[in-house]
């Protein structure tokens, strides 16, 4: 418990530490875990896999899901398709051929297993590191896309390949079946529970009553689908992807952002917590290796070279491909406009979570009772592969971004905050005509109330207006902030006042912090 704790205070520790240092959070926390792991007083942390996936992937799942829309899926099919798809296919395939002939007795399906769990870059590794950047949007809802539907091939691959070693047995067609049962249930699971909670957050009401819903969706989700032989991580990102296109009150400021907070702080927690075990558990698997450590090191790096490579080897002609193929009418597509940002997106392909979890859940036995082949041999294979591509490139990969100069085109950026900007200030004028022509209002209020109008926009981009109008708009801007400053001095002596009185004889603490959170509203309105 103690070091579960140790692990939660790290996870906050590395992100400001690790804006400070130019390095990505998940990076240092894998660090940490790993100096956590070498101190004789921690003890040996035992993780059980099958608690692994269902209590880590459901909330970061859930939160990455909020930062992106199933428009901007459906616009990036195709090369998420050549990512999250056939890429997995490739990688898992490319490994088993080297697993199998450079680890002695090792299994073809054992190798495939290996393979399978090395093969999907992980979502939280990829968004946590590449978004913290500043790339290009593009190759952020790339990678995004690739890490969120990558697992629930690779997921099926490895269930096959388990399958084929423990029972002894393969058929293309059940293996077939699998992957269209798991897929089929899940988007119906995620559909399903997606509409129900719609229903629920908006019979709820309260912003706190929300949140907490939220906070248990996904795991429902999840669950309930591997129950019923479905893919959890598919069920999860399809309910998740429902609520963000439905559940969505433009007039609710507050749960928005109290939600937003609150999956903010999740997210930084799990993702923490997750690496820190990452760089734990290698004491183990080291511990394992002995005896034969520098033979089964070659092996891993036998199989990182495959894996790496097979990612560049596959993104060249795929980028080519998805460049052919992308037309004047796929507008909304994004991807790769430079043999700069294909490198990038290469360096980007990092292992973690799910790799660790799908290798530790690899069985003791086979039916007939004796022990799995190769499954040391497997799992030290696995964290080399995890190491090598989240450590290594995870640290590099701030460095060749820079020296590749990819960043975010801050020009397309700025126009479309200028574009809905302008929209904003039009629905806004619109909407103060309408209310015009229904009520009595007095002409110097409404002159008024369209200079605020206009201000909604200038807000958000100054650049929509013209000199004239910007300079009227810096003014009223420097009133405001005088006003707003001068406001804030007289809530901050009442909310001083009224927290004082907590503390008196004779005051109700629940009508103090009633009246106080009256006051926090209107400050922060």
Known sequence: MALLFVLLLGALVTVPLGDRLGLPAPVLMTIAGIVLALLPFVPNVQINPDYILPLV??????????????????????????????????????????????VPGLPIAAAVALGALVAPPDPIAATAVAGSLGLPRRLVSILEGEGLFNDVTA?????????????????????????????????????????????LLGLLGDATLQIGLTLLVPFVSYVLAEELLGSGVLAVLTTALFLAEHAVDADDVLGRLAGHTFWQIVDTLVTGVAFGLIGLELHNVVGAATGHAAEMTGWAAAVVAVVIGVRLLWLLPATWLAERLHTRRDVDEEIPVSWQETVVMWWSGMRGVVSVA??????????????????????????????STLVCQGLTLPWLVRKLGVRADTDVERALERELA????????????EIAEAEDIPEEITEQLVRRAYDIGARISPDMVDEERREAHVQRQARNRLMQRIQRELLSAARHEVLAARSEPGKDPEVVDRVLRHLDVRSLR
């Not at 459901?58 to 056939?86: C, D, G, K, M």
């Not at 070693?165 to 049962?181: K, P, Y």
């Not at 929209?423 to 004028?429: D, I, P, S, T, Y």
């Open 57 to 102: 992937l459901p909330p970061l799942l859930y939160a990455a899901v909020q930062r992106t829309s199933w428009r901007q899926f459906v616009a990036n099919r195709r090369p998420i398709f050549l990512l999250a798809v056939a890429l997995v296919f490739i990688t898992t395939a490319a490994v088993a051929v080297v697993a199998h002939a450079v």
């Open 155 to 199: 997921i099926v691959l490895y269930r096959v390949a388990i399958a084929v070693v423990v029972g002894g047995t393969f058929s293309w067609g059940t293996a077939l079946g699998e992957l269209a049962l798991s897929a089929g249930v899940a988007v119906v699971v995620g559909l399903a529970l997606g509409w129900i909670s719609n229903r």
């Open 358 to 387: 799908l290798a530790l859940a690899i069985p003791l036995k086979k039916a007939d009772g004796t022990p799995f082949p190769g499954r040391e041999e497997i799992i030290f294979i696995a964290f080399g592969v995890i190491l």
């Open 422 to 433: 302008v929209r904003a200030a039009r629905a806004a004028k619109h909407r103060l005509m």
